[in-house]
């Protein structure tokens, strides 16, 4: 067994395919939020059956993803992520990892969506707190490639701070921040 590390970077095309499987997104965040959790476990959480998890855990360990934690008796068989975070890289000029690089985007994007969607159907169970300060918003700014990895890298800063679990401030929830820098056709601006 390997100690769980804070990153992980996938570059094979087979891995970023495999990883691409909404299933297999949803358990390695499951894991991750979670911790060690049975094929079992995942299964009742995520409303699917037990084989079918198990084939995912299974193909998500084949790639490095996740792997089988210690268990607290013989009988159990938990798994764990192997790390904090998956990145990948995207400006690979490779058609084959292009492509798989956006089939795993896709499936990310599905779900960022289907989580809003879920947001949407029950924000009215919130508190107005909490109602007014999540939500969306866009903005459209002008900068060039390099400036925006410069802005990349400082919100990723500012979100540093509260990926802390260990610190979390009283009355504190998890939220999900979504990134989505998407360069768009206009005029073009001298």
């Excluded at 996740?66 to 009988?75: I, L």
């Excluded at 995207?90 to 809003?116: C, F, H, K, M, W």
């Excluded at 979390?168 to 056709?185: D, F, K, N, Y």
Aim: hydrophobic fraction near 40%; aromatic fraction near 6%; charged fraction near 25%.
């Amino acid at each position: 067994m390997s100690s769980r590390t804070e990153a992980i970077r996938l570059a094979d095309p087979r891995a970023l395919r495999a990883y691409a499987h909404p299933l297999r997104l949803s358990l390695i965040g499951m894991l991750r939020r979670n911790g060690p959790m049975t094929a079992t476990q995942c299964a009742a959480a995520l409303d699917e059956n037990v084989p079918n998890c198990s084939f995912h855990l299974r193909q998500l360990a084949k790639y490095g993803l996740a792997e089988r934690a210690p268990a607290a008796d013989g009988r159990e068989r938990p798994w764990r992520a192997t790390a904090n975070s998956t990145s990948w890289t995207d400006d690979s000029d490779d058609p084959e990892t292009r492509a798989a690089t956006d089939q795993l985007n896709a499936a990310i994007l599905g779900q960022y969506v289907r989580r809003a969607e879920a947001y949407l159907a029950t924000r009215g169970e919130d508190s107005a707190e909490w109602r007014a300060a999540a939500g969306f918003g866009d903005d459209l700014i002008y900068v060039t490639a390099g400036q925006l990895t410069a802005l990349t890298r400082r919100v990723e800063e500012l979100l540093e701070p509260y990926r802390d679990r260990t610190g979390r401030a009283e009355g504190s929830r998890p939220v999900m921040v979504v990134q989505l820098a998407i360069p768009t056709p206009g005029p073009e601006v001298p």
